[in-house]
């Protein structure tokens, strides 16, 4: 089944996108559209239509990751969670005594 988009909704989700924070995808998912590629094509076509003005584009964003971590439902249970931060904590001390063993040529033996 193919559904059907109006322009007003068109539109609102397209000034919403502007608006927002949040990035594409996760404003695709706001809006259970199938593809962040309906935005994208929904902005040329109201742009074209004269509902948009020409050029019309979202601001850049800053730096850093936007917030669509918040829209994404957390499916680990807390077992999975815990050895995550166990698997992380042990990446960093193996991390740390690689470092340690590349060193090892330029340490000075006590006699």
Same mark, same amino acid.
């Given at each position: 089944m193919i559904r059907r988009y109006s322009d007003d909704f068109k539109l609102s989700v397209i000034?919403? #996108?502007? =608006? =927002?924070? $949040?990035?594409?995808?996760?404003?695709?998912?706001?809006?259970?559209l199938p593809s962040k590629n309906y935005i994208n094509k929904w902005e040329k076509e109201l742009i074209a239509k004269g509902l948009l003005p020409e050029g019309s584009t979202k601001p850049n964003k800053s730096a850093g990751r936007s917030p669509e971590k918040i829209m994404r439902k957390d499916t680990r249970t807390e077992r999975e969670k815990q050895l995550e931060d166990e698997i992380r904590r042990l990446k960093?001390?193996?991390? #740390?005594?690689?470092? $340690?063993? =590349? $060193?090892?040529p330029f340490i000075k033996k006590k006699k």
């Open positions: 000034k919403d #996108y502007y =608006s =927002s924070p $949040l990035g594409i995808r996760a404003i695709a998912m706001k809006y259970d960093a001390r193996v991390a #740390y005594f690689e470092g $340690l063993e =590349s $060193l090892q």
